[in-house]
């Protein structure tokens, strides 16, 4: 099993930033993918951004230039740099880890992310 906590959620204003962390913990077996998904209300949950083990890195397009997704993998820890937010930004982002041989997920509990003025 693998456990995702997350952190650094909150209420920003329009044009601000966040910086929110996940620190996986368990049995955790390289190589494996860590990415942040979001969930709007009434909205499917979608991909926000993904980096592998080596580092490379995909983002939706929503968040190309805005968002900065990093990880320490001596922490088995996975960074968002949210920044430049909108309303639109708002949601509850989650943190997934995926073992990749297998494509096995798991997934925090949320944090919520919540732009407004």
């Known amino acids: 099993q693998v456990q995702l906590v997350e952190s650094g959620g909150g209420l920003v204003q329009p044009g601000g930033s966040l910086r929110l962390s996940c620190a996986a913990s368990?049995?955790?077996?390289?190589?494996?993918?860590m990415g942040w998904y979001r969930q709007a209300p009434g909205k499917q949950r979608e991909l926000v951004a993904r980096?592998?083990?080596?580092?490379?890195?995909n983002y939706a397009d929503s968040v190309k230039g805005r968002f900065t997704i990093s990880r320490d993998n001596a922490k088995n820890t996975v960074y968002l740099q949210t920044n430049s937010l909108t309303p639109e930004d708002t949601a509850v982002y989650y943190c997934?880890?995926?073992?990749?041989?297998?494509?096995?997920?798991?997934w925090g509990q949320g944090t919520q992310v919540t732009v407004s003025s």
């Open positions: 997934n880890y995926r073992f990749v041989p297998n494509g096995r997920d798991y």
């Open positions: 368990g049995s955790i077996f390289s190589p494996y993918e």
């Open positions: 980096i592998t083990s080596a580092g490379s890195t």
